[in-house]
């Protein structure tokens, strides 16, 4: 009964070939928050107009490390506050500087972090006083593990996204990249189990 948005969301690119050996995970959405977004992200793309502001999404190459930064520092205050903190992040690489630097002070802070890293992580784990509460697994099988999840205690208001962005400077800060909320709570249980 008139016009609505559909917007698909995903972890990984429409690759044909990749397709057949990564595994990825995607939302079919028809938010109105999240189609507003994504009409802006095609307005900023075509060089049309850049937006004052997103709705729900995180994306890059402004506006992501700064999102992922607040995320993690409410992990902290949480922690400083004598509450539970958690973080776990899956994703292939975790190389960027300021990216560890954060999860160190997180870790100082008291947040248990879990990092699900599939390729290369220069976070080094174990070390006294810096990254104590900090483990690394990595997940290998058939198909290559492709899916960003991120997951973010928040006092029991837990939150959880997806995208196509890694903890690297490529992609926090000289590609276009989103991530996105997952909302709805059975899809967002299906995320923390992967």
């Keep these: 009964d008139g016009i609505r948005r559909y917007v698909h969301l995903g972890t990984g690119n429409y690759n044909d070939k990749t397709a057949k050996i990564y595994t990825d995970c995607g939302i079919l959405t028809c ?16 060089g ?4 004052a502001f997103w709705n729900r999404l995180l994306v890059s190459p402004i506006w992501l490390r700064n999102g992922f930064y607040h995320l993690i520092d409410r992990e902290i205050v949480h922690a400083k506050q004598g509450k539970k903190a958690l973080i776990v992040a899956k994703m292939n690489s975790l190389c960027d500087k300021g990216m560890i630097a954060k999860l160190y002070e997180a870790d100082n802070a008291g947040v248990e972090i879990h990092l699900i890293i599939r390729g290369i992580c220069c976070l080094r784990t174990g070390i006294p006083h810096i990254s104590e ?12 593990e492709h899916s960003r ?8 208001d837990e939150e959880v996204y997806m995208g196509s962005a890694d903890w690297m400077h490529r992609n926090l800060d000289r590609r276009v990249e989103v991530v996105f909320p997952i909302e709805d709570p059975d899809i967002r249980e299906d995320a923390k189990h992967i």
């Design 149 to 156: 999840i991120f997951y973010f205690y928040n006092d029991g």
């Design 133 to 144: 509460n900090i483990t690394v697994s990595s997940i290998v099988g058939t198909f290559l």
């Design 31 to 46: 938010s109105e928050l999240i189609g507003a977004d994504a009409t802006a992200l095609f307005n900023m793309l075509s």
């Design 48 to 51: 049309y107009s850049e937006p």
